[in-house]
């Protein structure tokens, strides 16, 4: 932080310091529960009809060709809807941080959902040239919207970042660096976390974190970082159980899972077989202990 201005320092020093005061003590030793039964964070009882997809990115068609990674459209609108379609309300005039940026279809969706700037950082600086790019092409400069290009760790350990919503969107399959990617997003003193991810075992009872490796030459896998040795990036895929007591630890919650049941019961013919089969999940996480 030697770099940054002392009022700056000073900023994120404070934040990091009110959640751990405001925080209650917890036993040595003793892991963190659950509060509630992981059925009980899934949002049930929609309308039937009621969770069509809207088709928003037909608006933003470039998404649809600027990364080699793109998936099909049916998973990318589907996807829009239980991000921003269940969590609109926590957008209108928030600072957003999105990490893993890629190139920048969900900093433009923040946007649009009325966040008023948003900051996307992401490991690749070719990808942070097309999000500039793309968000300039649908009338976003830096007035409203800035991407970094830098491994998410270090740019949250070594720049002020403050913000009222984090998105880490298919990221935390990615990493491994727990401790530090929690820590980095508790000093920004966002109130909400919004969580995409996936674990062949999401709905286990027991805390579970699969380790796998991927080649960080390809472009939607890991990219590397001061830790790689060699080819290939050593990562983790935590269960719900696991993402639980590792936002317990740094004063958030899970709030409530998107209702991807709804999503695929209103929109049958769009194929998204790992948030069917439950091992892919959108979580809204909380500050557990918001500073009043």
């Given at each position: 932080?030697?770099s940054?201005?002392?009022?700056?320092?000073?900023?994120?020093?404070?934040?990091?310091?009110?959640?751990?005061?405001?925080?209650p003590?917890?036993r040595?030793?003793?892991?963190?529960?659950?509060?509630?039964?992981?059925?009980?964070?899934?949002?049930?009882?929609?309308?039937?009809?009621?969770r069509?997809?809207?088709w928003?990115?037909?608006?933003?068609?470039?998404?649809?060709?600027?990364?080699?990674?793109?998936?099909?459209?049916?998973?990318?609108?589907?996807?829009?809807?239980?991000?921003?379609?269940?969590n609109?309300?926590?957008?209108?005039?928030?600072s957003?941080?999105?990490?893993?940026?890629?190139?920048?279809?969900?900093?433009?969706?923040?946007?649009?959902?009325?966040?008023?700037?948003?900051?996307?950082?992401?490991?690749?600086?070719?990808?942070?040239?097309?999000?500039?790019?793309?968000?300039?092409?649908?009338?976003?400069?830096?007035?409203?919207?800035?991407?970094?290009?830098?491994?998410?760790h270090?740019?949250?350990?070594?720049?002020?970042l403050?913000?009222?919503?984090?998105?880490?969107?298919?990221?935390?399959?990615?990493?491994?660096?727990?401790?530090?990617?929690?820590?980095?997003?508790?000093?920004?003193?966002?109130?909400?976390?919004?969580?995409?991810?996936?674990?062949?075992?999401?709905?286990?009872?027991?805390?579970?974190?699969?380790?796998?490796?991927?080649?960080a030459?390809?472009?939607?896998?890991?990219?590397?970082?001061?830790?790689?040795?060699?080819?290939?990036?050593?990562?983790?895929?935590?269960?719900?159980?696991?993402?639980?007591?590792?936002?317990?630890?740094?004063?958030?919650?899970?709030?409530?899972?998107?209702?991807?049941?709804?999503?695929?019961?209103?929109?049958?013919?769009?194929?998204?077989?790992?948030?069917?089969?439950?091992?892919?999940?959108?979580?809204?996480?909380?500050?557990?202990?918001?500073?009043?």
């Open positions: 932080m030697a940054m201005p002392l009022q700056q320092q000073a900023a994120r020093v404070l934040r990091g310091l009110a959640w751990r005061i405001e925080r003590r917890m040595l030793g003793r892991p963190a529960a659950p509060a509630q039964d992981a059925g009980d964070l899934a949002r049930t009882g929609s309308v039937p009809g009621s069509t997809v809207s928003f990115f037909e608006q933003f068609p470039r998404f649809y060709c600027t990364s080699s990674t793109a998936p099909s459209t049916a998973r990318l609108n589907l996807r829009y809807e239980a991000v921003f379609g269940e609109r309300d926590i957008f209108a005039g928030a957003v941080l999105d990490l893993a940026s890629h190139d920048g279809r969900w900093s433009l969706a923040a946007l649009a959902s009325g966040a008023r700037s948003v900051t996307g950082v992401e490991a690749r600086p070719e990808l942070v040239k097309v999000a500039v790019e793309n968000l300039g092409a649908y009338g976003y400069g830096a007035d409203r919207v800035r991407f970094v290009a830098g491994d998410a270090e740019v949250l350990s070594t720049q002020d403050a913000a009222d919503v984090v998105l880490c969107l298919g990221f935390l399959y990615h990493t491994l660096r727990y401790n530090e990617l929690l820590d980095g997003i508790r000093r920004t003193g966002a109130r909400y976390l919004i969580i995409d991810t996936f674990s062949p075992y999401m709905m286990g009872p027991v805390p579970n974190v699969n380790l796998v490796t991927e080649d030459g390809e472009e939607g896998k890991a990219a590397a970082d001061s830790y790689t040795h060699g080819p290939s990036v050593l990562v983790g895929r935590p269960n719900l159980a696991a993402i639980r007591t590792m936002l317990g630890a740094y004063g958030y919650r899970v709030e409530r899972l998107s209702d991807w049941a709804g999503l695929l019961r209103d929109n049958p013919a769009l194929d998204c077989g790992d948030y069917a089969n439950g091992k892919r999940i959108t979580a809204r996480c909380v500050d557990a202990h918001p500073v009043r």
